[in-house]
């Protein structure tokens, strides 16, 4: 009854499922995986997100302002952190250089590559690594380097989805996101 009225009120529910289950039944669409295979299907479906869609579809203030994605990384795969504190730095676009993700008036770039001047790396056990004219990345540009290889294609073959299917399903995720949307509670 949940899913029926979900429906009324304009919910549309795509089941991704080996076999075609009572939930499947009654979405909108059931995608047929193989067993096992969802995590192949999900980064395809990252893929998509990160180098098929406008990064206008993206909630980019979000992952600016609420993530870590504009930490950045440093070449040991750390995080770079300011010397006397121990804060995560990210690349201030307004003044062009890196600052404590905490830095009253900055605005984080989400993407791209730079160069910080003196920066920390905290290790395991408490060592730090201390950078200088480090060569540096957003942690939300690594995501995207790292996703490059996870094309639908690749997981076509693997989960047996076709890759159309695979942006399909990624297409609607993004077109239902809401986003830049407010929900406003009492």
């Not at 302002?65 to 690349?91: A, H, I």
Request: charged share 25%.
């Amino acid at each position: 009854r949940r899913h029926a009225d979900a429906r009324i009120r304009g919910v549309k529910r795509i089941q991704i499922e080996p076999h075609l289950s009572a939930t499947a039944a009654c979405s909108a669409e059931w995608v047929p995986i193989k067993p096992k295979t969802d995590a192949a299907f999900m980064l395809a479906m990252i893929h998509v997100l990160l180098h098929e869609t406008p990064r206008t579809s993206l909630d980019i203030p979000y992952l600016r302002d609420r993530t870590s994605s504009p930490y950045l990384v440093g070449p040991n795969g750390y995080y770079l952190r300011e010397p006397d504190s121990g804060k995560p730095l990210v690349w201030d676009e307004k003044t062009g250089r890196a600052l404590p993700h905490d830095a009253p008036g900055i605005t984080p770039a989400v993407e791209g590559h730079f160069t910080v001047a003196d920066a920390v790396s905290h290790l395991a056990d408490k060592e730090v690594v201390r950078h200088e004219n480090a060569a540096a990345h957003t942690a939300f540009t690594a995501m995207v380097e790292a996703m490059q290889r996870y094309s639908p294609d690749w997981a076509s073959a693997i989960c047996g989805v076709k890759a159309a299917t695979i942006r399909h399903v990624a297409e609607e995720f993004v077109s239902n996101a809401c986003v830049g949307q407010t929900i406003e509670i009492e």
